[in-house]
């Protein structure tokens, strides 16, 4: 992608979100990555929903820790997956007393040998908690780089993250990161995309969302 486009695409972000920020709800960096492992498979809004009470029972790595497993369980039910989650997060507290003295790692090869935590995971933690940067590809960013011409249809979730970190200026991949995600969870939407306001429909990769816009201006 040129930097012509690249630079078109990233003022209508800040045009269109300037103020992209995390919507996580946390207040220091064991919440954060709690919360992140957490909303997998899960909107954001139900894991601050649940962690509004989870955060005022457990204050500290070792109230998850030696938490008894369906005590976890039964504190993690409203969301998806809370049996595995759970499971995660005991054992990730476990480890982080053991191999890091109780506190989050802002390594991000370190983080990745925490139980239920991956390469997106690590990356919005280190970003988010120590603001390092870094371009977390969750299922909006890739789906937005995709439509808008920053990777392929086929590359994989690491081949977005690299083509992003090259077209994007390093000083700009946080922000853009939150950025990427507001337009996808606001405006390019998996399903019922908002094409007809969209300022960046004549560059969109994908046949059919071109198509509609034309035989709605037909």
């Known amino acids: 992608m040129n930097k012509e486009k690249v630079t078109r695409i990233l003022n209508e972000f800040d045009r269109m979100f300037p103020d992209a920020a995390c919507e996580l ?17 899960t909107t954001d809004a139900s894991v601050n929903k649940l962690t509004k009470t989870l955060f005022q029972k457990y204050h500290t790595v070792e109230d998850y820790a030696h938490a008894p497993i369906e005590q976890l369980e039964n504190d993690l039910r409203s ?42 995971t690590a990356n919005v933690v280190v970003s988010e908690g120590f603001k390092v940067p870094a371009i977390a590809v969750d299922t909006h960013v890739e789906r937005i780089s995709k439509r808008l011409g920053f990777a392929l249809k086929k590359d994989s979730v690491l081949t977005v993250e690299k083509k992003l970190m090259k077209a994007v200026p390093k000083e700009r991949w946080i922000k853009t990161h939150h950025q990427m995600i507001f337009f ?21 990769k994908e046949p059919k969302r071109k198509k509609f816009i034309i035989n709605e201006s037909a």
């Open 25 to 41: 709800v946390h207040d220091n960096e064991l919440e954060l990555l709690i919360a992140v492992m957490l909303s997998a498979q």
């Open 184 to 204: 996808g969870r606001y405006h390019c939407k998996s399903m019922n995309p908002m094409c007809q306001d969209c300022h960046l429909i004549d560059i969109c």
């Open 79 to 120: 969301i998806g997956l809370y049996r595995n989650k759970a499971k995660n997060v005991k054992a990730m507290a476990q480890q982080l007393i053991v191999e890091f003295g109780g506190q989050v790692p802002c390594d991000h090869d370190a983080l990745q040998t925490l139980p239920g935590v991956g390469r997106k």
